[in-house]
Each structure stands twice: as structure tokens, then as C-alpha cells.
């Protein structure tokens, strides 16, 4: 047989510096592929979500193509209906909007007045002290924002093209397990599928959680509003429900708008406070009770590493970005964990659990045969 020669060891100042430029090369491709890759990514993760029931449907003997169609017409129609009742609030909820600004504009000129009597600070000053402390949060956080919406007008324009991928992902599967086989050796076939059932196993629990989680926050908090006796509760409720997808700082969003209505179109403090309240408590059960036993620990990151998927992800793909970054994450941790020589980085962005893969393979070959390398074999 012949005689392999041992890798190549690089120093490790030399790979800290290729890994640096890596990331470099691979976040910069992130930014200015963001018009193909998200309806690309997006279309990938929806495929591992409805590859289950496509294949079961196919077993039934319906052709594949129609099985995809009708999973994906499911999906349309469920989204579609979601969307109507939403304009449908929309559109209530606005009749109520010239009463608000009025009512915003005397909110305004009494704590103006407050401030002045208070403090013995003009109006004119007021301006002037807001103009100051704004003009710096203006200038560092302008750019961030506008590139976030650059970057989800961009995936609202191409939403079209999301299931037209997904359609094609899933009618050509064969065609990428085929690629996988392809380059890896047969011996890591088994390790390979090992990897994709898990990572399909996390982007399924992760969107059904994530359904789960919606369901129950919007009811929570539709039946919070409706007790404090806030107009368009389905509204309110709804709205910040959908913006859990966002983690950690979703539900503080959305309970700025019916806090906001609350304080103009109410004499009272005690609505805005209910309010804020009531959220603030349906935040404490989505963070430790809701979303833990739902989701599960499968797609679980520590929430440091879900933060700064959070951040690199609003700041690279806007909303959009925001979104898919935390399941992403969640991929690559799956990814890692399952390769021995960066199970450690898999380690670095789990909440400290101590979880082996049985599998022992060459991560060195393993790697090799992903540039197409290919081993000789020696033949008797």
C-alpha cells in the first residue's frame, strides 16, 4: 500500500491569521450576496422544514412534484390567511390614528411645560438639549439603520422567489445526496447523514416551536390586553407575537405600540403600566418557561452567542437577518459537535453541556475530500 504522507502543520500565529481573513472573506460575501443569499437560505431551511411531509406524501404514491406543490400551496394559504387578519386589524387600528397624534401633541406640550416649570428650561432650550444628545445617536446609529432597511426592502422584493427555490431544493434532492456521496469517502456516508438527520431534526423543532411559541404568546397576550381594556387587542397581540421571532427583544418591541396607544388614547396611567406590566410577565414566560420545554434543548445556544447572532445578523441582512442568524447558529453548533477537531468551538456556543458524538472519523480526510482531493486507494 502506498505510504500517506502526514498533513502539512501550519504555525499557529499562520492560521490564526488565515482564520481571521476566512471570517473576513466570509462576512463580506455575506453583505454583498444578501439579494441571492437570503431567498437562497431561507428557501434552504423551509425545505428541511417541509422535506417530512413531502416524503410522506410520496409514499402515498403522489408523484413528487405535485407533493411538493400541495405542501407548499398549505403553506401559502396558512400565511395568506395570517396576513388578511392582520390588514384587517391594520386597517381598524388606523381609523384610530388622527385621535392619537392629537392626543401625542398635548402629551407633548404638557411635559414641555412640566420640564419648563420643573427645571426652568425653555422650550426653545428643550429643542436645543434634545438636538445635542440626539445629534451623536443619530450619527453612529443612522447608517446600521438604513442599511437594515436596504437589506429588508431587498428580501420583501424578492419573497417571491423563496418558494420557487424551495420547489426546485426539493425536487433536486437526490441530485445534492448525491453530491455529498460524491465527495465524501463511503466511510463517512454514515457520519454525513448522521449530521444532515440532526441538523433537519433542529430546523424542525425549531419552526414548529417557534409556531408553538407564537400561538401561545399572542393568546397571552390578547387575553391581557382584553382584561386591561385595550381597543385592538388582536392587534397589539398578534403583532407582537410575530415579533418573537425576533429572540430576547421581540416582545419588548411590540409592546412599545400598545403601550404608546394606551398612554394617548387613556387619561389614566394605569393602562400604559398595565400594560407594560402584563408584557413584561408574558416576556419572564416566554424566556424561562414557554420557549425552553417548547423548543427544546436541541436548538439551544447560549444566549451570548444568540445575541451576537442577533447583531451580526441585523447588521449584515436588516430583519431578515435577525430572524434566520439564531437557527443558523444553531446548524453550524449541530455541525461542530459532530467533527472532533471543533467539537470544542460546538462546546464554545452551547450552554456548557457535555455531549460526545459516538462517530470517530478523520477530520483531516474528512476535510481533504471536501476540496475534492480524493484518496488512493491501493489495490491488491
Keep these: 500500500m502506498e505510504n500517506e504522507k502526514a498533513p502539512m502543520q501550519l504555525p499557529l500565529l499562520a492560521n490564526a491569521v488565515l482564520v481571521l481573513i476566512g471570517l473576513i472573506a466570509f462576512f463580506y460575501i455575506l453583505d454583498i450576496g444578501a439579494g441571492i443569499l437570503i431567498p437562497l437560505v431561507f428557501s434552504f431551511v423551509f425545505s428541511l422544514f417541509l422535506y417530512p411531509f413531502c416524503r410522506k406524501l410520496e409514499k402515498y404514491k403522489i408523484p413528487r412534484t405535485f407533493a411538493i406543490l400541495a405542501c407548499l400551496l398549505l403553506v401559502i394559504v396558512v400565511l395568506s390567511l395570517v396576513f388578511w387578519i392582520i390588514y384587517e386589524?391594520?386597517?381598524s387600528f388606523s381609523a384610530d390614528l388622527p385621535k392619537m397624534?392629537?392626543?401625542?401633541q398635548e402629551l407633548v406640550t404638557s411635559l414641555q411645560k412640566f420640564i419648563e416649570k420643573t427645571f426652568q428650561l425653555s422650550s426653545e432650550g428643550q429643542i436645543e438639549w434634545l438636538r445635542q444628545n440626539l445629534r451623536s445617536f443619530v450619527n453612529t446609529g443612522g447608517q446600521l439603520l438604513n442599511g437594515a432597511i436596504n437589506t429588508t426592502t431587498t428580501f420583501l422584493a424578492q419573497l417571491f422567489l423563496i418558494p420557487v427555490y424551495t420547489f426546485f431544493i426539493l425536487l433536486y434532492r437526490h441530485v445534492f445526496k448525491g453530491f455529498l456521496n460524491r465527495v465524501f469517502d463511503v466511510e463517512h456516508h454514515e457520519k454525513m447523514g448522521h449530521i444532515?438527520?440532526?441538523v433537519e431534526t433542529v430546523i424542525q423543532k425549531y419552526i414548529v416551536?417557534?409556531?408553538?411559541?407564537v400561538s401561545i404568546i399572542a393568546v397571552l397576550n390578547i387575553i391581557g390586553l382584553i382584561s386591561i381594556g385595550i381597543r385592538h387587542a388582536v392587534f397589539?397581540?398578534?403583532l407582537a407575537a410575530f415579533l418573537t421571532i425576533i429572540p430576547y427583544i421581540g416582545i419588548f418591541i411590540?409592546?412599545?405600540?400598545p403601550i404608546l396607544y394606551a398612554l394617548a388614547m387613556t387619561d389614566s396611567l394605569f393602562y400604559p403600566l398595565a400594560v407594560l406590566i402584563w408584557f413584561q410577565i408574558v416576556q419572564v414566560l416566554e424566556g424561562n418557561v414557554i420557549t425552553p420545554n417548547i423548543v427544546g434543548s436541541q436548538v439551544s445556544i447560549n444566549p451570548l452567542v444568540a445575541?451576537?447572532?442577533l447583531l451580526i445578523g441585523g447588521s449584515l441582512w436588516g430583519i431578515a437577518g435577525m430572524i434566520i442568524f439564531v437557527p443558523l447558529t444553531a446548524m453550524l453548533k449541530v455541525i461542530l459537535d459532530n467533527i472532533p477537531i471543533l467539537a470544542p468551538y460546538g462546546f464554545l456556543l452551547s450552554e456548557g453541556e457535555t455531549k460526545v458524538s459516538k462517530f470517530k472519523i478523520k477530520p483531516v480526510l474528512m476535510f481533504r475530500n471536501l476540496f475534492f482531493w480524493k484518496r488512493?486507494?491501493?489495490r491488491k
Aim: proline share 0%; no cysteine.
Design 236 to 238: 397589539f397581540g398578534v
Design 254 to 257: 411590540g409592546s412599545l405600540l
Design 101 to 104: 397624534q392629537e392626543r401625542g
Design 209 to 213: 416551536g417557534l409556531i408553538t411559541v
Design 89 to 91: 386589524n391594520v386597517l
Design 196 to 198: 444532515l438527520g440532526q
Design 376 to 378: 488512493k486507494r491501493s
Design 307 to 309: 445575541m451576537l447572532a
